[in-house]
């Protein structure tokens, strides 16, 4: 297995940045929606396998299990080259920082596929909300066990309220996207596939597991409860929560928790990972141009 050294790592995540900000708009725009539908395969998977485990298992391994199945759509993603906006919070500042892109160019690359990234999230959280979320008859639908689970997490999702619901839904994206920029710098720092997964799987398992908040990934979590929580029955209302699910909608959406996450997730990205990597090795970097 070959490892290269840190500095190598930050000097190659500095050329792969200034290689994403070189794209046409229409490249980043649909390699970001293969993103987002990866992340969504990660998040769909994760949902039907946590299913159950909490009430058997226990709270902690159920977590466990969310977090050890997720992984799934960052390795795709890895090792298939599409664009991921909270991975790109890292490697376009870090291009800005070593080779002096323009941060307009910067801003560009974090639009196109922030965009993209919704598009393939809402795609998929559709796939699996008319798929195996919910179960049909000539009656019409019902949410099966998995589409419970999707709504509840969805709820939990949209009950950020007040200035202590946003601080610390702030401070859960920071430590997601620390988690996830450092597993990207693990993949980057192996040359074979197995290096790559394995280097990728352990921080994404903590992040998930940990209970922190990705903003891409919320793009499915939360469309993917609106969409199914139609079909749930009293019953299943009721495990939930009729307050808990009626703060769940397309606006609470996005006031309460993906525009606040979103920019948890470029502090973490930018600036725990990009600004002080850089920082640390950016002599030795300049020294080897």
């Known amino acids: 297995m070959v490892f290269h050294p840190p ?29 987002g539908a990866y992340i969504a395969m990660g998040a769909g998977l994760a949902t039907v396998c946590a299913t159950g485990v909490a009430a058997t298992l226990g709270a902690g ?18 090792l298939t080259g599409a664009e991921l ?28 596929v922030y965009i993209g990234n919704l598009i393939g999230s809402l795609v998929y959280a559709f796939f699996m909300a008319y798929g195996p979320l919910t179960s049909w008859s000539a009656a019409g639908g019902a949410a099966t066990a998995f589409g419970v689970t999707a709504a509840s ?8 309220v007040g200035f202590f619901g946003m601080f610390s839904a702030f401070l859960k994206a920071i430590c997601c996207n620390w988690l996830v920029n ?7 720092c192996a040359d074979d596939a197995i290096g790559k997964i394995v280097g990728i799987w352990f921080p994404i398992m903590a992040f998930v597991a940990s209970g922190f908040e990705h903003c ?10 609106i969409l199914t929580a139609p079909y749930l029955s009293a019953d299943q209302i009721a495990s ?17 928790n993906i525009i606040i996450v979103t920019i948890g997730n470029i502090v973490g990205g930018m600036v725990f990972v990009g600004i002080l990597y850089w920082y640390s090795f950016r002599d030795e970097i300049e020294a080897a141009k």
Not at 61 to 73: E, M, Q
Not at 153 to 160: D, E, Q, R
């Open 153 to 160: 997490i969805a709820a939990g999702k949209t009950a950020y």
């Open 216 to 225: 891409v990934a919320n793009m499915y979590f939360i469309p993917a409860g």
């Open 240 to 256: 939930i929560g009729a307050a808990k699910l009626a703060g769940l909608n397309w606006v609470t959406m996005w006031t309460n």
């Open 7 to 35: 500095v190598t790592i930050v000097a190659k995540t500095g050329d792969a940045g200034k290689y994403k900000v070189n794209m046409p708009a229409w490249n980043m725009l649909l390699r970001g929606f293969m993103a």
């Open 85 to 112: 906006f909270t991975g790109d919070a890292m490697f376009a500042p870090m291009a800005a920082f070593i080779h002096k892109v323009s941060w307009a160019s910067v801003l560009n690359l974090w639009v196109w």
């Open 182 to 188: 450092l597993a990207i710098l693990l993949g980057i």
């Open 61 to 78: 391994i159920a977590k466990l299990v969310l977090g050890a199945v997720f992984p799934v759509g960052l390795i795709i993603i890895v």
